[in-house]
């Protein structure tokens, strides 16, 4: 009888460490190197395109050499963090997540910007130019065009903003249902939360009232990722102006 015991708490002690095993491997540390080297290709990528094919005068071939290789890269490390951001998802890693989605919403916020203003520049520049073009009759057949422009290029400069930031959003939308099943979170709040990870600089704010409010943690790579940007954005600013 004995001897029965000893092996049914044996057989729970090795079924009991065998399940936190397996916990911890579920709960990865978030992979910070593949996170900085998607910011640095996808800053680099802008960088080659606004400045670097002004400045270097390279060929049509090896610009479009230097686009692709730009492209892989940057479809490669988009899908890699996707990929291993929704196991964490599922399993609960909160610290992933959270970590995750703060250091996207605050590295990613200048490409944002800049995107959205180019959006803004295209679509008021090309309805203020076709009205002009539209009063000029040797013109008149080319506002339709310019407008077609303005109304396609647009939207995908909002689409390019919205895929370079959807390894943050992933994470977001994640931290937002590990809450509700961890912090009960209700559903029009998390409804909310979503909805906001939209909005541009309030997504931002949203980020960070999710992790202190609900969490209490992140305080820290907030404030440090928060300074880094208001960095870059300034520098941003600055080039723009010398340049």
Not at 197 to 213: C, K, R, T
């Amino acid at each position: 009888m004995g001897d029965r015991e000893n092996y049914n708490v044996e057989e729970d002690i090795s079924i009991s460490k065998e399940t936190v095993d397996s916990e911890n491997k579920s709960m990865e540390k978030y992979p910070w190197l593949i996170s900085i080297l998607y910011i640095l290709v996808l800053y680099g990528w802008i960088g080659f395109v606004v400045y670097g094919m002004k400045y270097f005068n390279l060929n049509k071939w090896l610009s479009l050499g230097f686009n692709i290789v730009f492209l892989i890269a940057f479809i490669t490390l988009l899908t890699v963090q996707i990929s291993r951001a929704l196991p964490e998802i599922r399993s609960g890693n909160i610290d992933y997540c959270i970590n995750g989605f703060l250091f996207y919403k605050y590295t990613l916020l200048p490409s944002t910007l800049y995107f959205i203003f180019l959006a803004l520049i295209i679509f008021v520049g090309g309805i203020s130019v076709s009205l002009v073009v539209f009063f000029i009759p040797v013109m008149f057949l080319m506002a339709p065009f310019i407008l077609m422009v303005a109304f396609i290029l647009s939207p995908i400069m909002l689409a390019i903003s919205f895929i370079a930031a959807l390894p943050g959003f992933v994470l977001a939308v994640g931290t937002v249902i590990i809450s509700r099943k961890q912090k009960e979170m209700k559903l029009g709040r998390c409804v909310l939360h979503i909805l906001l990870q939209f909005v541009p600089v309030a997504d931002l704010i949203d980020a960070l009232y999710i992790s202190i409010h609900y969490w209490s943690r992140a305080k820290k790579l907030a404030i440090i990722t928060a300074v880094f940007a208001g960095i870059f954005i300034a520098a941003s600013i600055i080039l723009y102006i010398i340049c």
